[in-house]
């Protein structure tokens, strides 16, 4: 298993095949299940587990630390109840106009095709969130169409979900050529994790589905640690870099999984490597069941001073938070200075 060989399995099967039983999850990486199970059994009842085996095999064995594993195997810790940790933090419920529809920015607004994910996050801000009910089916493109026609200022469509690259190219395409017919629209945004996870979802029909587009794609893909970031995944990012495919990279802040400036300046340089720009940091939306990977304002504060300090400006992704009801990302450093 841990020479796996994710490199050579179509991503279609990879993707039906994930790994979902925290046992199996446990053994594959020579754990002991005496410690860890029975949190993970119970947390998963709330979160389900959820990983690509191509995503498995770049945790180290024997290391119940691992930076990646702790971002997928649920914990008991995950059960605790703490204050300001809430199902909804950023009250999304409120910001849906429409199935698939969520526009909280001016310029762009969020699509979500599907609420299917290829990893389960446990930090994940939207573990709650009722996903099923939100989802456009294809009749709905005509009032898509309608809402976007009467917000003259839309640029741009945020296809995000769920993972938008689980969809099938097929499918894809079809919304993209859809969304193609409004002249209004210049850009099209994709946030996946899935190219990190299953790597070969970047796959030649993909490839050349987003260059062929009237539109100016933006991917922006989801790591959090440079061990993510095997240099077959690398690759697959630098295919996308050049073919003049933007590709940025947002993380979290994650307590034990990131939150060192070496580890964040490993990141970035890395992402560089492969022709990715760090964008985003964000620091941790506080959902129900995730306190166990947060940090105070102060620890974050001197992390990021010492990111700053260290990367040149262009590899320093912006700190951010998302504060519901906000017009944009807020900006956590440096702004009360002014
Ligand atoms: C983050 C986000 C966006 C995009 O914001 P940018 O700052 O343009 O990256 C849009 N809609 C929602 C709901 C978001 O959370
Ligand atoms: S891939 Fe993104 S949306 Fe899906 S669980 Fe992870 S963080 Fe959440």
């Given at each position: 298993m841990i020479n796996y060989l994710y490199q050579e399995q179509n991503w279609q099967s990879q993707l039906s095949d994930l790994i979902t039983d925290p046992l199996e999850l446990l053994e594959t990486l020579k754990l002991?299940?005496?410690?860890?199970l029975s949190g993970a059994i119970l947390a998963s009842e709330q979160f389900k587990l959820r990983v690509p085996r191509a995503f498995a095999a770049k945790i180290q064995a024997?290391?119940?630390?691992d930076p990646l594993l702790l971002q997928v195997l649920p914990h008991h810790l995950e059960l605790e109840d703490h204050a300001g940790?809430?199902?909804d933090p950023l009250d999304e419920e409120h910001a849906n106009?429409?199935?698939g529809v969520l526009h909280k920015y001016q310029s762009r607004f969020l699509l979500t095709?599907?609420?299917?994910?290829?990893v389960h996050c446990r930090?994940?801000?939207?573990?709650?969130?009722?996903y099923q009910e939100n989802l456009p089916k294809s009749e709905d493109w005509l009032n898509i169409q309608r809402y976007i026609q009467s917000?003259?200022?839309?640029?741009e469509v945020i296809l995000s979900g769920g993972d938008p690259?689980?969809?099938?190219n097929r499918k894809l395409k079809l919304w993209i050529e859809r969304l193609e017919t409004?002249?209004?629209?210049?850009f099209l945004r994709i946030h996946s994790r899935v190219p990190i996870?299953?790597?070969?979802?970047?796959d030649e029909e993909l490839i050349s589905i987003l260059k062929n587009s009237r539109l100016r794609i933006i991917l922006v893909v989801h790591s959090n640690?440079?061990?993510?970031?095997?240099d077959f995944t690398c690759s697959k990012l630098s295919q996308l870099a050049k073919e003049q495919i933007t590709v940025l990279n947002q993380a979290v802040l994650l307590k034990g999984v990131n939150d060192t400036a070496d580890v964040l300046v490993n990141l970035s340089y890395r992402l560089f490597d492969a022709g990715v720009m760090p964008y985003y940091l964000h620091v941790l939306?506080?959902?129900?069941?995730?306190?166990?990977?947060d940090r105070t304002p102060e620890d974050i504060s001197q992390i990021y001073a010492e990111v700053l300090a260290r990367l040149p400006g262009y590899l320093v992704p912006k700190l951010v938070r998302e504060i519901a009801g906000e017009k944009n990302k807020t900006p956590l450093f440096g702004v009360s200075t002014f």
């Amino acid at each position: 298993m841990i020479n796996y060989l994710y490199q050579e399995q179509n991503w279609q099967s990879q993707l039906s095949d994930l790994i979902t039983d925290p046992l199996e999850l446990l053994e594959t990486l020579k754990l002991s299940p005496d410690q860890l199970l029975s949190g993970a059994i119970l947390a998963s009842e709330q979160f389900k587990l959820r990983v690509p085996r191509a995503f498995a095999a770049k945790i180290q064995a024997g290391n119940p630390q691992d930076p990646l594993l702790l971002q997928v195997l649920p914990h008991h810790l995950e059960l605790e109840d703490h204050a300001g940790f809430v199902t909804d933090p950023l009250d999304e419920e409120h910001a849906n106009q429409q199935p698939g529809v969520l526009h909280k920015y001016q310029s762009r607004f969020l699509l979500t095709l599907t609420g299917a994910c290829a990893v389960h996050c446990r930090y994940c801000f939207r573990r709650h969130f009722p996903y099923q009910e939100n989802l456009p089916k294809s009749e709905d493109w005509l009032n898509i169409q309608r809402y976007i026609q009467s917000q003259p200022d839309i640029n741009e469509v945020i296809l995000s979900g769920g993972d938008p690259l689980t969809l099938s190219n097929r499918k894809l395409k079809l919304w993209i050529e859809r969304l193609e017919t409004l002249p209004q629209i210049k850009f099209l945004r994709i946030h996946s994790r899935v190219p990190i996870v299953i790597p070969n979802r970047v796959d030649e029909e993909l490839i050349s589905i987003l260059k062929n587009s009237r539109l100016r794609i933006i991917l922006v893909v989801h790591s959090n640690h440079a061990s993510e970031l095997d240099d077959f995944t690398c690759s697959k990012l630098s295919q996308l870099a050049k073919e003049q495919i933007t590709v940025l990279n947002q993380a979290v802040l994650l307590k034990g999984v990131n939150d060192t400036a070496d580890v964040l300046v490993n990141l970035s340089y890395r992402l560089f490597d492969a022709g990715v720009m760090p964008y985003y940091l964000h620091v941790l939306d506080k959902v129900k069941g995730a306190h166990h990977f947060d940090r105070t304002p102060e620890d974050i504060s001197q992390i990021y001073a010492e990111v700053l300090a260290r990367l040149p400006g262009y590899l320093v992704p912006k700190l951010v938070r998302e504060i519901a009801g906000e017009k944009n990302k807020t900006p956590l450093f440096g702004v009360s200075t002014f």
